[in-house]
């Protein structure tokens, strides 16, 4: 039991009701107890009360793609600093990739995770599980003892089910469990070696391209098999305008079908590279900038689902290396809002669209009761000043990795307060 939390005063934006006001909101034990259009009638008795001073409070967001160190790398991040940069960032929920030491393919590892993040971590841990035994796509693993463990989805992570029979296996299973399947897009036959987007600039930098068609082609399979199979199917992560026309395509017929995309393809494009800027290395990699426009104009028109992180901790040693040769993976839990943010500065996007594919998007998607303001919903709550300017610099990020695309960045929007369970987990040194 907690002292009630009245936070007024407030621009309160909840994307699942479309609301948009300003008004208060009352926490008791960990949930939205009362919303107050215009403001509170009375205070509780022993209330703490916040005045958001106009500010926007928000769901806090909801991160479907998050990579840590912990268990076998905790050098590059832990779930306790994970959940201090999430917090920062405010993301009060994150789906934890099985990409582990050991991999996430046991129940007994995902009991031991949530057991872990509970006691170490700010923010809410949702631990995925692999889809196939050491994310080799040879085997699938035990879904129903890993959903009854606690697991919120399916995913291979950074690898991608090559084989169709196993992938068609796996759907089948987890639709019958009831548990999504999130499925990251790459034919290792057309990737290869490739290290960015397959197109004149990877031709002038000398470097081996990724065609489009290695992410287009497993998206097309995947959309039949899902179709076939009745599975709940998630594209991890689409990056062009092909996958958008393809995803739009397969929604008209198939309910069950949702995308998501990566915060950097849609911030972000191929020229960032730059000189051989290793921290751009990703997978799936940065696009042209139609390709950015195209992925921008599927988030508007709902095609595109959620926006997450693909938060991914490196350390120096494997991203300070010849560009061919570097790892792939960028930190993204602290600037995710504020990169989203941009589109909507821009005009490209309102800000309820981009708060949906953050918030009450991927809570309908994973089954939470959380991503929304509503009475009884978790009191997972952001402050947000959205027109607050800051320069993203490495020493100020609480991830243990540096690894961040937006080194050196401007821009606009920075959580002040960030609440779980109606408990304030960060501040803002100006809050």
Same mark, same amino acid.
């Given at each position: 039991?907690?002292?009630?939390?009245?936070?007024?005063?407030?621009?309160?934006?909840?994307?699942? *009701?479309?609301?948009?006001?300003?008004?208060?909101?009352?926490?008791?034990?960990?949930?939205?107890?009362?919303?107050?259009?215009?403001?509170?009638?009375?205070?509780?008795?022993?209330?703490?009360?916040?005045?958001?001073?106009?500010?926007?409070?928000?769901?806090?967001?909801?991160?479907?793609?998050?990579?840590?160190?912990?268990?076998?790398?905790?050098?590059?991040?832990?779930?306790?600093?994970?959940?201090?940069?999430?917090?920062?960032?405010?993301?009060?929920?994150?789906?934890?990739?099985?990409?582990?030491?050991?991999?996430?393919?046991?129940?007994?590892?995902?009991?031991?995770?949530?057991?872990?993040?509970?006691?170490?971590?700010?923010?809410?841990?949702?631990?995925?599980?692999?889809?196939?035994?050491?994310?080799?796509?040879?085997?699938?693993?035990?879904?129903?003892?890993?959903?009854?463990?606690?697991?919120?989805?399916?995913?291979?992570?950074?690898?991608?089910?090559?084989?169709?029979?196993?992938?068609?296996?796996?759907? *089948?299973?987890?639709?019958?469990?009831?548990?999504?399947?999130?499925?990251?897009?790459?034919?290792?036959?057309?990737?290869?070696?490739?290290?960015?987007?397959?197109?004149?600039?990877?031709?002038?930098?000398?470097?081996?391209?990724?065609?489009?068609?290695?992410?287009?082609?497993?998206?097309?399979?995947?959309?039949?098999?899902?179709?076939?199979?009745?599975?709940?199917?998630?594209?991890?992560?689409?990056?062009?305008?092909? *996958?958008?026309?393809?995803?739009?395509?397969?929604?008209?017929?198939?309910?069950?079908?949702?995308?998501?995309?990566?915060?950097?393809?849609?911030?972000?494009?191929?020229?960032?590279?730059?000189?051989?800027?290793?921290?751009?290395?990703?997978?799936?990699?940065?696009?042209?900038?139609?390709?950015?426009?195209?992925?921008?104009?599927?988030?508007?028109?709902?095609?595109?689902?959620?926006?997450?992180?693909?938060?991914?901790?490196?350390?120096?040693?494997?991203?300070?290396?010849?560009?061919?040769?570097? *790892?792939? /993976?960028?930190?993204?839990?602290?600037?995710?809002?504020?990169?989203?943010?941009?589109?909507?500065?821009? /005009?490209?996007?309102?800000?309820?669209?981009?708060?949906?594919?953050?918030?009450?998007?991927?809570?309908?998607?994973?089954?939470?009761?959380?991503?929304?303001?509503?009475?009884?919903?978790?009191?997972?709550?952001?402050?947000?000043?959205?027109?607050?300017?800051?320069?993203?610099?490495?020493?100020?990020?609480?991830?243990?990795?540096?690894?961040?695309?937006?080194?050196?960045?401007?821009?606009?929007?920075?959580?002040?307060?960030?609440?779980?369970?109606?408990?304030?987990?960060?501040?803002?040194?100006?809050?």
């Amino acid at each position: 039991m907690t002292r009630p939390l009245l936070i007024e005063n407030a621009r309160v934006v909840d994307p699942a *009701s479309g609301t948009d006001t300003l008004g208060a909101v009352l926490v008791e034990n960990g949930v939205v107890g009362d919303i107050a259009p215009g403001g509170p009638v009375g205070v509780p008795e022993g209330a703490e009360v916040v005045n958001a001073g106009g500010l926007m409070l928000a769901p806090g967001l909801i991160d479907m793609r998050v990579f840590t160190g912990e268990p076998g790398k905790e050098y590059r991040e832990t779930l306790q600093s994970a959940g201090e940069a999430a917090a920062a960032g405010g993301v009060t929920s994150f789906v934890m990739m099985p990409d582990a030491t050991p991999v996430v393919d046991d129940g007994a590892l995902v009991d031991f995770l949530l057991r872990r993040a509970k006691a170490t971590s700010k923010v809410n841990v949702l631990p995925s599980a692999a889809i196939t035994r050491g994310l080799e796509g040879k085997e699938i693993t035990e879904f129903g003892l890993l959903k009854e463990a606690g697991a919120v989805c399916l995913t291979d992570g950074r690898s991608s089910v090559q084989s169709n029979a196993l992938l068609r296996t796996a759907m *089948s299973y987890a639709a019958n469990y009831g548990l999504p399947l999130v499925h990251h897009l790459a034919d290792r036959s057309l990737t290869g070696d490739g290290v960015m987007n397959e197109g004149l600039f990877a031709t002038v930098l000398g470097l081996r391209g990724i065609p489009r068609e290695a992410e287009t082609i497993p998206l097309a399979r995947d959309l039949q098999l899902a179709a076939l199979t009745g599975a709940t199917y998630h594209a991890a992560q689409i990056s062009c305008a092909a *996958s958008v026309e393809l995803v739009t395509a397969a929604k008209s017929r198939n309910r069950k079908v949702t995308a998501g995309v990566s915060i950097n393809n849609l911030a972000l494009n191929e020229n960032d590279i730059g000189r051989y800027r290793t921290y751009f290395k990703l997978s799936t990699p940065l696009r042209s900038e139609d390709d950015r426009q195209a992925v921008i104009e599927g988030l508007k028109s709902g095609a595109i689902d959620t926006i997450h992180s693909d938060h991914d901790p490196q350390d120096t040693e494997v991203k300070r290396q010849p560009f061919a040769e570097a *790892s792939d /993976g960028a930190i993204g839990l602290e600037t995710l809002l504020a990169a989203a943010l941009r589109l909507v500065h821009s /005009g490209d996007v309102d800000l309820v669209t981009v708060l949906r594919a953050m918030t009450s998007r991927p809570a309908e998607i994973l089954g939470l009761e959380s991503g929304r303001i509503a009475r009884g919903a978790p009191a997972d709550l952001i402050l947000v000043d959205i027109d607050y300017p800051w320069q993203v610099t490495e020493s100020d990020l609480r991830s243990r990795s540096r690894n961040t695309s937006f080194e050196g960045a401007r821009l606009a929007g920075k959580v002040m307060r960030t609440f779980v369970a109606g408990a304030e987990v960060f501040r803002h040194a100006e809050a």
